[in-house]
């Protein structure tokens, strides 16, 4: 769900995801946003959503209690850092592909890419990846789509599961 795999990133995304190469950079992430975590996450909350105000600010804080927890912001970058070998083993993966059904989300609206989106760039990696795959596009949906829309998620995930179980 919202995440472009390394080593099958859509050309539509190539250079546009600045904080990746930011968050991979060794140290300098941590010392510029020490003690600025909630400024720092609420630019990302606001700015990668289809609707910002449903990012409540007491949602806000409960992750930036976490981020900013000695080594929390350094575990996130380094999810970013460990990107490069990701891609190597995804691209290594993805010559057996995998077999159950999956589910490629995405949301409609990403505002990097400059708002509406008429592609679903999670489905163009998980396609390199898997046998059988379905994509969605969330309508009025950002990069947050569980907060965005919780109850299109919740049937969305229902209906996968109830379908895709034996």
Same mark, same amino acid.
């Given at each position: 769900?919202?995440? *472009?795999? *390394?080593?099958f990133t859509p050309p539509q995304l190539e250079g546009k ?13 941590? %010392?510029?946003?020490e003690g600025k975590e909630t400024m720092y996450l609420s ?9 910002? $105000? ?10 930036? $209690?976490?981020? $900013?927890? /000695?080594?929390?912001?350094?575990? &996130?970058?380094?999810?970013?850092? %460990? ?10 993966? $993805? ?12 949301? &409609?609206?990403?505002?990097?890419? &400059? ?14 990846? %898997? ?7 969330? *309508? ?5 789509? /569980?907060?965005?829309? /919780? ?16």
């Open positions: 769900m919202e995440y *472009p795999f *390394p080593g995801i600045w904080w990746f190469s930011f968050h991979q950079t060794p140290d300098i992430p941590e %010392a510029l946003v630019w990302f909350y606001h700015n990668l959503a289809y609707n910002p $105000s449903a990012i409540k600010q007491t949602d806000i804080n409960e992750y930036v $209690s976490h981020y $900013s927890a /000695p080594g929390g912001m350094r575990d &996130g970058f380094n999810y970013y850092r %460990a990107s490069p070998q990701d891609a190597i083993q995804n691209v290594n993966y $993805s010559k057996t592909k995998l077999p159950m059904p999956v589910l490629a989300v995405s949301g &409609g609206y990403i505002p990097f890419v &400059g708002g509406n989106v008429t592609f679903n760039y999670v489905l163009y990696g998980m396609q390199a990846l %898997a046998q059988n795959v379905r994509g969605i596009q969330v *309508p009025n949906s950002g990069h947050w789509i /569980p907060e965005e829309r /919780p109850d299109f998620v919740i049937k969305l995930l229902d209906n996968f599961f109830r379908n895709n179980t034996k």
